[in-house]
């Protein structure tokens, strides 16, 4: 199984990535995530996407490319995998699936989170981070009991810089004008679509993406 998670900033790809790879097994590959460790080790990854990443605006499709092909060369291909953040652009989507045809694979799901924007920039706004263990919480829908400080493992909050005000409205921009065409993209591609609304309690939006990718009901 070779998943896409295509939706807008802040919709919950990731969450639900980790919830499914952790039930079913396999491999979560966010690109954001690979990027951040990038930009912390100081990499020339990291330091070319830096910048970009500041601002809210993608890191050119070849950097990204060769970030998938290198580590999908340590993938084994049984694995099932979930991208999440990628593709972000149709020329990612065309790379993925030559890269996915190397090793005999190729896309098999694509679904599609749906939430209205100002929902998102609330999400957004309010998400915070560990430094240490990397847990997520949100100051208006799962606050930390204590201020600033993570409640699995005391570590620091922080808040990621490009969850900014502005920088949030640039990366929305960008979602609309180069990531949502994937949309339609998919639709005439052999890989099955589904839309899953992402404006309802967690565990729901969990379902229905089960659901729909025909892995059975219980959470
Ligand atoms: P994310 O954690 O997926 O929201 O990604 C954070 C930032 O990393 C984005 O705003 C982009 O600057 C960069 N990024 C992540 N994935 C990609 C991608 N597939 N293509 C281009 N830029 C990306």
Redesign the pocket.
């Known amino acids: 199984m070779v998943v896409i998670l295509l939706g807008p900033?802040g919709v919950g790809?990731?969450t639900q990535a980790v919830r499914l790879i952790d039930s079913v097994g396999g491999e979560h590959i966010?690109?954001?995530?690979l990027?951040?460790e990038a930009c912390r080790d100081g990499t020339d990854l990291g330091l070319e996407?830096q910048g970009?990443?500041d601002?809210?605006?993608?890191?050119?499709?070849l950097l990204?490319l060769d970030l998938i092909r290198d580590h999908l060369s340590t993938t084994d291909s049984e694995t099932s995998i979930v991208f999440?953040?990628?593709?972000?652009?149709i020329a990612?989507a065309e790379g993925l699936d030559g890269v996915l045809l190397d090793v005999a694979r190729g896309v098999s799901e694509v679904v599609v989170f749906e939430a209205p924007e100002d929902e998102l920039i609330k999400r957004l706004s309010g998400r915070r981070s560990c430094t240490d263990c990397g847990a997520v919480f949100n100051l208006h829908f799962d606050p930390p009991t204590s201020e600033g400080e993570c409640g699995r493992c005391s570590g620091p909050l922080v808040q990621r810089s490009?969850d900014q005000p502005d920088t949030v409205k640039n990366?929305l921009r960008?979602y609309e004008s180069q990531t949502a065409p994937l949309i339609k993209h998919y639709s005439s591609h052999p890989a099955s679509l589904k839309h899953v609304s992402a404006v309802q309690p967690v565990n729901d939006v969990q379902l229905a993406f089960r659901a729909a990718l025909g892995i059975g009901l219980t959470v």
Do not use: H, N, W, Y
């Open positions: 900033p790809k990731g966010s690109t954001g995530d990027l951040r996407a970009f990443m601002k809210g605006e993608l890191v050119p499709d990204i999440d953040g990628f593709p972000r652009t990612q490009d990366r960008v």
